[in-house]
């Protein structure tokens, strides 16, 4: 990373604000230590394929394996990576055949074919678990429970070194806590030791990287976001986000309320949505609760090292295999962003972002950069966004440099543009019903 004169950094060609030490309120409240999203695990009735779509559409290669070429008879489980970001795709075996067998050759012990196939014919292809890294994931499941929290899986202990458990987090997904004995080195070629014993390497992919590298944030769409917020709270500790805690984000416009939960690194952070009722039109929330079939998760935020590249790879593959985006904003959205980024962006990157169809967004601290995708599946349920986040440059107790977490915030200002072209989309789907 170059630094210029004014002490402003400059990477992969963003032009990056000064340190800022603003400090929004913290109070470390977290009830046992939460270092960071550790995966993201997707069920569906076939992983093969849709670990494939999302390693084609994403530019993650497949690293790992769990299936029958490695003795699992209850779960074919595919592991994408890309950075630090984790995707696993998990489907069940025929019940016949596992039932049939008198030990459990699962990897992922807490899986379960009863209850993937129900969560799969009520929801789609959908996110069955948010994991994160505790340093105990015993006891982060028994101080949860104490607090209220519903028990899902209790904790597993796998190969006398890593330790699993599960508690609802909303609708049907669940909080995955998993802990390691030893510390875990992420140069380990081996599956096994980095993520799960029983996961081979798979060596037979491409290398494919368009420059994806963090799970940003995680959000859940819930029926009722006060109930939700104090749900997760009372058993992480979690505080509230600054951003959302005090304002409504424009309800007439955008139908939904929103709150974002952080640990105290502010590294993991789980942003809820509820929908606004008496609105001109059915708030997305609402047709997402239908859809769905209840609350579940909405969407991931993966964090781009440049997102110029990434999306230009993304677009590329959008009609063949790949993810299509939301429609762009109107090009007035561009002509006005050089008042509103143009100390960060320069002319160049400005007509990048139009040219792609990012959206731009800044808060009191930095500059985001995000993308949505289209609904990954056949429902308009499950999203992905792509960001980049510019500015709030720390330094660390041993002066290493770091990026405060949520910095630049969650595109609050971008609503109204991600909703009018929401709404867009919606209304050609409503079109074609009518014509049926
Ligand atoms: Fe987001």
């Given at each position: 990373?170059?630094?210029?004169?004014?002490?402003?950094?400059?990477?992969?060609?963003?032009?990056?604000?000064?340190?800022?030490?603003?400090?929004r309120?913290?109070?470390?409240?977290?009830r046992?230590?939460?270092?960071?999203?550790?995966?993201?695990?997707?069920?569906?009735?076939d992983?093969?394929?849709?670990?494939?779509?999302?390693s084609?559409?994403?530019?993650?290669?497949?690293v790992?394996?769990?299936d029958?070429?490695t003795?699992?008879?209850?779960?074919?489980?595919y592991?994408?990576?890309?950075?630090?970001?984790?995707?696993v795709?998990s489907?069940?075996?025929?019940?016949?055949?596992?039932?049939?067998?008198?030990?459990?050759?699962?990897?992922i012990?807490?899986?379960d074919?009863?209850t993937?196939?129900?969560?799969t014919?009520?929801?789609?292809?959908?996110?069955?678990?948010?994991?994160?890294?505790?340093?105990?994931?015993?006891?982060?499941?028994?101080?949860?429970?104490?607090?209220?929290?519903?028990?899902?899986?209790?904790p597993?202990?796998?190969?006398?070194?890593?330790?699993?458990?599960?508690?609802?987090l909303?609708?049907?997904?669940?909080?995955?806590?998993?802990?390691?004995?030893?510390?875990?080195?992420?140069?380990?070629?081996?599956?096994?030791?980095?993520?799960?014993?029983?996961?081979?390497?798979?060596?037979?992919?491409?290398?494919?990287?368009?420059?994806?590298?963090?799970?940003?944030?995680?959000?859940?769409?819930?029926?009722?976001?006060?109930?939700a917020?104090?749900?997760?709270?009372?058993?992480t500790g979690?505080?509230?986000?600054?951003?959302?805690t005090?304002?409504?984000?424009?309800?007439s416009?955008?139908?939904?309320?929103?709150?974002?939960l952080?640990?105290?690194?502010?590294?993991?952070?789980?942003?809820?949505?509820?929908?606004?009722?008496?609105?001109?039109r059915k708030?997305?929330?609402?047709?997402?609760?239908?859809?769905n079939?209840?609350?579940?998760?909405?969407?991931?935020?993966?964090?781009?090292?440049?997102?110029?590249?990434?999306?230009?790879?993304?677009?590329?593959?959008?009609?063949?295999?790949?993810?299509?985006f939301?429609?762009?904003?109107?090009?007035?959205?561009?002509?006005?962003l050089?008042?509103?980024a143009?100390?960060?962006?320069?002319?160049?990157?400005?007509?990048?972002?139009?040219?792609?169809?990012?959206?731009?967004?800044?808060?009191?601290?930095?500059?985001l950069?995000?993308?949505?995708?289209?609904?990954l599946?056949?429902?308009?349920?499950?999203?992905?966004?792509?960001?980049?986040?510019?500015?709030?440059?720390?330094?660390?107790?041993?002066?290493?440099?770091?990026?405060?977490?949520g910095?630049?915030?969650?595109?609050?200002?971008?609503f109204?543009?991600?909703?009018?072209?929401i709404?867009e989309?919606?209304?050609?789907?409503?079109?074609?019903?009518?014509?049926?």
């Amino acid at each position: 990373m170059a630094t210029d004169n004014a002490g402003e950094a400059v990477t992969d060609g963003l032009k990056l604000v000064g340190f800022n030490n603003f400090v929004r309120t913290n109070p470390k409240s977290d009830r046992f230590n939460v270092k960071r999203f550790h995966h993201v695990e997707f069920w569906s009735t076939d992983a093969t394929n849709v670990a494939r779509r999302f390693s084609w559409g994403l530019g993650m290669p497949i690293v790992a394996k769990s299936d029958l070429s490695t003795g699992n008879y209850i779960h074919a489980s595919y592991l994408l990576r890309s950075g630090n970001l984790n995707f696993v795709f998990s489907a069940p075996y025929s019940t016949t055949i596992s039932d049939s067998t008198a030990t459990t050759t699962a990897a992922i012990p807490t899986f379960d074919a009863a209850t993937c196939n129900s969560f799969t014919a009520s929801h789609g292809i959908a996110v069955r678990a948010v994991a994160v890294e505790v340093d105990d994931a015993e006891a982060a499941f028994n101080t949860s429970v104490e607090h209220g929290a519903k028990p899902v899986s209790k904790p597993i202990l796998l190969d006398n070194r890593v330790t699993l458990s599960e508690i609802n987090l909303y609708g049907d997904v669940v909080l995955r806590y998993i802990s390691y004995a030893n510390p875990i080195h992420v140069s380990d070629p081996n599956p096994s030791n980095w993520f799960l014993p029983g996961f081979e390497a798979e060596t037979s992919y491409p290398d494919l990287d368009y420059g994806i590298r963090n799970l940003d944030h995680a959000v859940g769409n819930v029926p009722d976001l006060s109930a939700a917020v104090n749900y997760v709270k009372s058993f992480t500790g979690f505080h509230e986000f600054a951003e959302f805690t005090a304002d409504d984000i424009g309800t007439s416009e955008s139908g939904l309320n929103s709150l974002v939960l952080a640990n105290n690194t502010e590294t993991v952070l789980l942003p809820m949505n509820e929908p606004v009722y008496g609105t001109k039109r059915k708030s997305q929330i609402q047709t997402y609760l239908e859809h769905n079939e209840g609350a579940g998760l909405q969407h991931l935020a993966l964090t781009s090292e440049d997102i110029f590249k990434t999306l230009k790879e993304m677009r590329k593959r959008s009609y063949i295999g790949g993810f299509e985006f939301m429609p762009s904003p109107p090009p007035t959205y561009y002509a006005n962003l050089k008042n509103r980024a143009g100390d960060v962006l320069s002319d160049e990157q400005i007509k990048e972002c139009e040219k792609l169809g990012i959206l731009v967004d800044r808060d009191d601290q930095g500059t985001l950069l995000q993308i949505f995708t289209k609904p990954l599946g056949d429902r308009p349920t499950v999203f992905i966004e792509i960001i980049q986040r510019v500015g709030c440059l720390l330094k660390d107790e041993e002066g290493k440099v770091y990026q405060k977490g949520g910095c630049g915030g969650f595109g609050k200002g971008n609503f109204s543009e991600l909703f009018k072209s929401i709404e867009e989309y919606e209304k050609t789907l409503e079109a074609k019903r009518v014509a049926a």
